[in-house]
């Protein structure tokens, strides 16, 4: 099929006229949608000819799932190799934030996108207005739909994940559905469904109960934006497995019904409205949710593994709830747990009381 605008068979050019390289950091959705506008074509228009009408892409996660034969078409018409694409999707957080990439289904540390048809019903999405009016040419970033990926660590602002004007999610590439005639091609920083710029969004400056923790949680961001690193790869991997566990005990109901109170008392921190009644992942829930829970865990991280031992302690925790669901446990934390066994229960009651 030739393009109706220049003229030309994109199936038969060895390189597409216009193919410029992903962003630092940028998405695979975001870098296709720009690919196409560089070309003059819509979105649709473009993946049409460049994968053909039976295959249908804006109805998956294919930033989650990108398969090979999406990769290879597009490093064969771009001339950009097949690993640098690859690392424009979560594939690359494999053996780090989760063990195997899955095209559906729960994915530790990702937000989901809850696609229906082509539409995006969640708000697993999210950008930073500072860094997309900071942008030469605005586009969004693979860091951005991880789950604890709630603020900006450059702005030090909490995310947004949804049209402040409209309230609908992140969707670049149905700018352009229901406009038959426009041929002129908006920014991504464009609300899809209003026409908003997403890059004027009023911002909130980030908090935490401490600045140690706040900036330990900014350091596990910016790691996060440049990963893979050579040096220190999986430096973080058992701390974010042990920290995932606890903000599942947290939401939890019959796990921890008293870890909640005890981590805002301890914090000094608000309580807010959880609800622990429903089975919904914690990657599905709400950002300010998961900023929340997230910093109070942080406080079980910090002084490790003092606090944890105080919290068992205290009676918040159970050690057979430590370990409960924990099947990819680290082994030096299931040591750690080890210690507070009830075989040897006494003997450390004795040290920590005399």
Request: glycine share 4%; aromatic share 12%.
């Amino acid at each position: 099929a030739a393009n109706r605008q220049t003229g030309l068979d994109m199936s038969d050019l060895h390189l597409w006229p216009a193919h410029p390289h992903p962003y630092h950091n940028e998405l695979l959705s975001s870098w296709l949608v720009r690919m196409a506008h560089a070309n003059g074509l819509k979105v649709q228009t473009f993946c049409n000819l460049v994968f053909g009408n039976n295959y249908e892409i804006w109805n998956r996660d294919i930033d989650r799932y990108i398969p090979e034969w999406i990769v290879t078409k597009l490093s064969e018409k771009s001339g950009i190799s097949a690993e640098k694409i690859s690392r424009t999707s979560l594939r690359r957080f494999q053996g780090i934030l989760f063990d195997k990439v899955r095209p559906s289904g729960h994915l530790t540390w990702v937000n989901s996108l809850q696609i229906y048809h082509r539409k995006r019903v969640g708000y697993g999405l999210l950008f930073c207005p500072l860094c997309l009016a900071e942008d030469y040419e605005p586009y969004f970033r693979v860091s951005w739909r991880v789950a604890c990926y709630t603020f900006c660590p450059k702005h030090k602002v909490i995310l947004h994940d949804r049209c402040s004007h409209c309230g609908a999610g992140v969707a670049f590439h149905r700018q352009e559905m229901g406009n038959m005639q426009e041929t002129a091609f908006r920014p991504l920083k464009f609300c899809w469904q209003c026409k908003t710029d997403l890059a004027c969004t009023e911002t909130q400056p980030v908090t935490a109960w401490s600045g140690n923790t706040l900036e330990q949680w900014r350091r596990l961001l910016v790691w996060l934006e440049h990963y893979p690193v050579e040096s220190s790869q999986n430096s973080y991997r058992d701390s974010l497995k042990i920290l995932h566990h606890f903000v599942t005990l947290l939401t939890s109901q019959r796990l921890a019904p008293k870890l909640y109170s005890y981590l805002c008392l301890k914090t000094g921190s608000q309580p807010q409205k959880i609800d622990k009644s429903k089975r919904t992942a914690w990657e599905s829930r709400e950002l300010i949710e998961r900023h929340h829970t997230l910093d109070l865990c942080w406080w079980l991280m910090d002084n490790y593994p003092d606090n944890l031992f105080q919290a068992w302690k205290d009676g918040v925790l159970r050690y057979n709830h430590m370990l409960k669901d924990f099947d990819d446990c680290p082994g030096e934390f299931k040591k750690l747990i080890d210690v507070i066994n009830r075989n040897i229960r006494k003997e450390l009651y004795r040290k920590t009381m005399f």
